[in-house]
């Protein structure tokens, strides 16, 4: 973004990368592939690389306000001294936060979540479908984000992506306003669970399995990392790919 | 002997009315212990039309919504035969509504056609009431039997469903006697085609006294469930229509702001900053809920709207998966919380205190940790509680005054605020996927 501003352009959109986005090398995937896909549509966009800071969602989740505010305020001042209009996340933590709660603390923009952006994309037909694609037919289901479906009611979005794939969406048991978490909302993430019987992405596991899919989209980096690790200890050929990565590989871009 | 009946009747429900009051403004009163509630957005009209009349959010399970509705339209529709009920009761007459139209075809007409359609939706109640005792005893759906249930809960569920088999027995009592008494007078669906029949051995006077026994039955059985109910989770069905109107309609994912740190934070930044004059409330609220009074009215609202139905918990992941979470235990918590403080409060006056705190007492730290934010609980509920708004503040009362985080959010916190990510890499490396991306072009 600094770069830009030297050069004394003005970026249509702001990619907000988010840490996971940035730091773990799973989600690093999904945020090269969103960055693709911005290329191919010729969308001219920033980031604001080493300025950018955690939202502090989790910090929020977790209670600590104080934290949460001090990293809201600092992001504000950071967006608003770019003039930012608009923001396009892959993460909907960092996309719920964004959108929701920075307003109250004075930072107003445009939030859109990938997914949707994705899906303008393809109805614009800036996005060209490829006939025939890899996953053409194939079994896909979707794990809805709680940040992204019961948080803020996005649930068609991601669906309209898998079904311009020409996919064969199936759904598993708990979807949409139903969906069961993967378990790592609330700061969940970054701690282990208390006692019980299971951890919650093994019973989300048991859904992923149960839909016979091939593929477990997801729209979430948290959710990715979770479905992932479940799928895993199950020894499981199911693969988890995010919404974004999906179109990179049917288009081979 | 009908002044004497009117003279019971008329002391009776003054008393019983009386005390339906007087609780009620207990409740009320302790509703008001909370703080004040910041709703910008609130349902109104529209949700309380949608959920508590219209029982939308019930239809996200069908076989319960189906069942729930019959008892639900029963009730409402039979408000109609109490209204006769209570006039007679007041004046010592039989049938009021009856005798006023009797003698016209279309008059007389609409009353058996009120009667006899309350007398259909009687039945469907009933049958909806004995599917219900089945559901909880013998079939044990799994949201009925988890360990907040134990005791009193149980019991509270049952009795209700019990008493409204009794209402339902007395009515048709009175019908069928009524009918049997006087052949061809009315035309009651059931009363005269099913019940009547049935009673036609009896003598007169066993008639006469079965339809006194039905009426002053239902009639009592109806006063004594109004003064049962402030007690009861049945409470739900009076406070389900505020708990819509109040409900706050900003996206589901959104956490409700401390305006109080923003301006702390805010003078932090800048030293010329003087923040807008807060209210006394603001000024000395504590950082988060500690005990139930911290909690915003809307708060106990939900707590006292709550009918123990257990839809949240079922959805709860962390439940689902071992974890002591329960969200509808945070509810009957913080309402029986409240309602020590009121009793206390009452007892000693308004300093009263005690060595308990809904933090710890009531809800432990691990509860209170275990919950992921993910909305299920919230959007489960047919009368639009919100379990996480309260698990929230006091995580934040945890974190902020007792700083009991476990030590790992600690290391997210700590992260947070050194390298600006909630995990430990150099803020220097935030865009290097870029150059990966470069290098694979």
Redesign the interface.
Known sequence: MAEMMAAGKQPELLFWVGCAGSFDDRAKKITRSLAKILHACEIEFAILGQEEACTGDPARRAGNEYLFQMMALQNIATLDNYGIKKIVTACPHCFNTLKNEYPELGGNYEVIHHTRLIQDLILEGRIKMKEGGSFKGKKITYHDSCYLGRANGIYEAPRAVLEALDADLVEMKRCKTKGLCCGAGGAQMFKEEEKGSLRINQERTKDMIESKAEVVAAACPFCMTMLSDGLKEKESNVKVLDIAELIVQQNEL | MQYIQAIIFIAVTLVTFYFFFKKGKEIYNNIQLGRSADIQNKGGLKSMILLALGQKKMF?NMIPAVLHLCIYVAFVITQIELIEIFLDGFTGSHRMFFHAVQGSMAGEGMYNFVISFIEVLSVLALIATVIFLVRRNLLRVPRFVMPEMNGWPKMDGNIILYWEIFLVFCIFLMNGADAALYPGKYGFLISDNIIAPMLSGFSEGTLHFMERFGWWGHILGVLAFLNYIPYSKHLHIMLAFPNAYYLEE??????E??PN??N???AM?DPNFTPAPVSEEAANEK??AKDATDLTWKNLLDAYSCTECGRCTD?C??N??????SPRKIMMDTRDRIEEIGEGIKKEGKEFKDEKALLGDYISE?EV????????C??ECPVSINPLNII?QL??????EEAK??E??N???NN??NN????Q?S????????E??EE?E
């Open positions: 996200q900003t996206p589901a994912g959104k956490v702001n401390m740190i923003t702390e934070i805010k930044f950082f988060g959805a992941p962390a689902q998966t071992g974890k002591l979470l691990e940790k275990a919950c992921t934010s993910c909305n299920a919230v959007q929230l995580r934040r009362y945890m974190i902020l985080s476990p790992e959010w290391v997210m916190f947070i605020e600006m990510a909630p995990w890499f803020p220097m490396d935030r865009d290097k996927w870029k990966e991306l694979a």
